[in-house]
């Protein structure tokens, strides 16, 4: 599930700051001009982008430094007008992903209403969406300067999709959130 994670100097010292006396996250957004997009299609491109940087992976179990082997995409589903907590196993083969994602809401489908479907494990990153009603949404984490994996926000509204990402600041900083975005925008074309 995961490994012990290897350091520069410059990243431990990074870390250190980050994680004592300026421990952080921070939310950047950007806006797409998408028109139509499928819920398992931008999963996959979300959960390709997450599990292709390395940085994204990086965590604190046990007081060690570890990168996950990959990170599962954990997301609320609307049922009766309540959401459901659910995730699926991530693949970077995207017909495998989608058979996951196509089990899993197979499953909500036939499942009587529960707050969690699938209880997720430490290697989820989370990601809610929403239409048009609200203009932002914010998760905060009661441990949230202990948690180190991306939290992602979704608006789509008629043409345009708005991503919301919130990174701790220990792994990740605005370069890499630039070039996080920018592969994204070539995944969503």
């Not at 997720?120 to 202990?146: A, M, P, Q, R, T």
Request: charged residues 25%; contains cysteine; proline residues 2%.
């Amino acid at each position: 599930m995961y490994k012990k994670a290897f350091l520069s100097n410059y990243e431990l010292d990074k870390f250190k700051v980050y994680t004592s006396s300026a421990n952080s996250r921070f939310e950047v957004s950007k806006r797409f001009k998408i028109k139509k997009l499928k819920n398992v299609d931008f999963l996959f491109n979300l959960s390709k982008v997450v599990n292709d940087t390395k940085e994204l992976k990086l965590s604190v179990i046990n007081g060690e430094i570890i990168e996950f082997n990959v990170l599962n995409p954990a997301y609320v589903l609307e049922k009766n007008q309540e959401i459901v907590n659910t995730f699926t196993n991530y693949s970077s083969n995207y017909e495998e992903f989608v058979r996951n994602y196509e089990k899993d809401y197979e499953l909500f489908l036939q499942s009587p209403l529960a707050f969690s479907l699938k209880q997720s494990d430490i290697n989820c990153f989370y990601v809610s969406s929403f239409k048009g009603y609200f203009d932002s949404f914010s998760l905060h984490l009661k441990n949230g300067f202990e948690f180190y994996q991306p939290i992602f926000t979704s608006l789509k509204d008629n043409e345009e999709l708005v991503i919301y990402a919130n990174f701790h600041h220990a792994f990740f900083d605005l370069a890499r959130a630039k070039k996080f975005y920018d592969y994204l925008a070539e995944l969503l074309k």
